[in-house]
């Protein structure tokens, strides 16, 4: 009786281990399940963000800019981020840009976030003795930055690129009043122009120098681009002085869009600023 009880003891013992190691390969297999389809899961919100693009509204606005894609995470992280609330903190009476702009305009085109006139090589804003090429100039209604707290209706940016990637930018400001003929010139492509489509513009050399202010004062500081990936060491340069637009001109480039396509002004964080 004694030997059947431990034999049985010893079966019932083993079924259970069995069982258990069953039920253990079960559990692995389906923690293995698990771990496969959240790796699937995450991919596919990975690829989702990858596909997903950065705007101006909802969900992809400036402030989640950084979340969009994780090559954006200057946008919250920068400490020298553009634009800014531009106030003089140091007077070094800066010299005149030496901007020798000598071409005129290849094509334009309506991004989707701006409208981009490309220009032809062979513009240069000289720096420090180094070639920084005009590439393109672009508007953003309202303005990006403001001076001494004021925000303008229009601001272009003319953006500079030495080959080896540095980059500077000019910003011009457009306060509304009359028409600006260079930019009558250019609006005229935007009604039948496409998302993503380019176009000739047939702007001349001496209407590209044309939407540079007469009286050249600026200041210069040290920022980022405004949108995405907001990579910093930009040299920026923003002129004192302002053309006009008319309101029309405003209006037709905000209907393009219907939503401003401008990033809020970032924290100076103490940044110097001269003029
Ligand atoms: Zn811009």
């Known amino acids: 009786m004694k030997q059947i009880l431990k034999y049985s003891t010893i079966a019932v013992t083993l079924l259970m281990l069995t069982t258990t190691s069953q039920a253990n390969e ?11 389809a959240t790796k699937v899961e995450k991919k596919e919100a990975h690829e989702a963000h990858a596909h997903k693009h950065w705007g101006y509204m909802g969900d992809v606005s400036p402030k989640h800019w950084s979340e969009v894609k994780k090559e954006f995470n200057m946008c919250s992280e920068g400490k020298q981020q ?18 020798q702009y000598k071409t005129g305009s290849e094509t334009i085109i309506n991004n989707g976030h701006t409208v981009q006139v490309n220009v032809k090589d062979g513009s240069v804003l000289k720096i420090d003795g180094a070639d920084y ?22 601001e272009a940016h003319f953006v500079h690129a030495t080959d080896d990637g540095k980059l500077a930018v000019v910003a011009v400001m457009f306060e509304e009043g009359e028409e600006n003929p260079v930019l009558a010139k250019a609006w005229k492509k935007l009604p039948s122009l496409k998302v993503g489509e380019a176009t000739k513009c047939g702007l001349t050399t001496e209407e590209v120098q044309a939407l540079m202010p007469k009286n050249k004062d600026y200041y210069k500081f040290n920022g980022s681009l405004t949108t995405p990936p907001c990579s910093e060491g930009v040299k920026w340069h923003v002129y004192k002085n302002a053309l006009t637009a008319s309101k029309e001109q405003i209006n037709t480039f905000f209907n393009l869009f219907s939503f401003p396509n401008n990033r809020p002004v970032q924290d100076t964080n103490n940044r110097e600023i001269d003029e």
């Open 82 to 99: 553009s634009p800014i609330n531009v106030v003089a903190s140091k007077d070094i009476e800066l010299k005149p840009l030496d901007l």
């Open 26 to 36: 079960t559990k692995e297999v389906d923690v293995t399940k698990k771990e496969t």
């Open 133 to 154: 090429k005009l590439k393109q100039f672009h508007f953003h209604v309202p303005s990006e930055n403001n001076i001494n707290g004021e925000a303008y209706p229009l």
